[in-house]
């Protein structure tokens, strides 16, 4: 399976994810935190990577750097071994 063609925001989330889940195995990742001016389209770029199933959100709290984030994709597909 390869990759569909991604805008930057999607691909740092996704490289972001990878490395978390590199270096912490089995320890979830969450979103984090992000300016209020880029916010919008942060929010905008996990949607459409939620919308295409190359990540999964759990939704814990009202304030998204509570959520948890899952790669649904194998890491060695966003960073080559």
Known sequence: MSLPSLRTNQRNILRLVAQHEQRNPGE??????????????????????????????????????????KLLIPIDQIIPA
């Open 28 to 69: 979830p990742c969450y979103l984090g935190k992000v300016t209020a001016s880029r916010r919008n389209v942060f929010l905008k770029a996990v949607g459409s990577l939620e919308e295409r199933q190359l990540i999964e959100i759990e939704r814990v709290g009202s304030n998204f750097q509570a959520w948890k984030i």
